[in-house]
């Protein structure tokens, strides 16, 4: 008969351990905040994989944007250059180079008498002290 109550009060311990450990961990004040920090973990985390997806999706409809004005303007400068040579004609069009260093002829130079002061004649009077 010994053996037999030794035998319940080790299992009696054990079950009563066990059911203690699941009570503390569903009770206690850390695992409610481990719990409370656990879903904001996750929430932030599946915030940041939505905000990664809008960015992405927002910066491919950029690039696209982009491309479809960049084909347009090409449209626009081949209509514009065949117009013209059709208008106008190619005697009366002048050469422009846009790649080229501009020529001494075309280039306006400012010229200054003096050269411009970046101070004041007159003193700040900023380390002027009173004394009288």
């Known amino acids: 008969m010994d053996k037999d109550i030794v035998i319940y009060l080790i299992i009696g311990f054990a079950v009563g351990f066990?059911?203690?450990f699941i009570i503390m961990n569903v009770i206690s004040p850390k695992a409610r905040k481990y719990a409370s920090v656990k879903r904001e973990?996750?929430?932030?985390?599946e915030e940041?994989?939505?905000q990664k997806q809008i960015i992405a999706k927002h910066f491919?409809?950029?690039?696209e944007i982009l491309?479809?004005?960049a084909k347009?303007?090409?449209r626009l400068y081949q209509?514009?250059?065949e117009n013209s040579q059709q208008i106008i004609g190619n005697d009366?069009?002048?050469n422009i180079r846009i790649d080229s260093e501009p020529n001494a002829d075309t280039q306006n130079n400012l010229v200054f008498e003096k050269q411009p002061k970046d101070y004041s004649e007159t003193p700040p009077n900023l380390f002027k002290t009173n004394e009288k």
Request: proline residues 4%; aromatic residues 4%; negative net charge.
């Open 41 to 45: 973990l996750e929430q932030a985390q």
């Open 48 to 50: 940041l994989k939505t």
């Open 72 to 74: 347009d303007f090409r």
């Open 92 to 94: 009366n069009i002048p």
């Open 18 to 20: 066990i059911i203690s």
């Open 60 to 63: 491919s409809h950029s690039a």
């Open 67 to 69: 491309d479809n004005m």
């Open 79 to 81: 209509h514009m250059a």
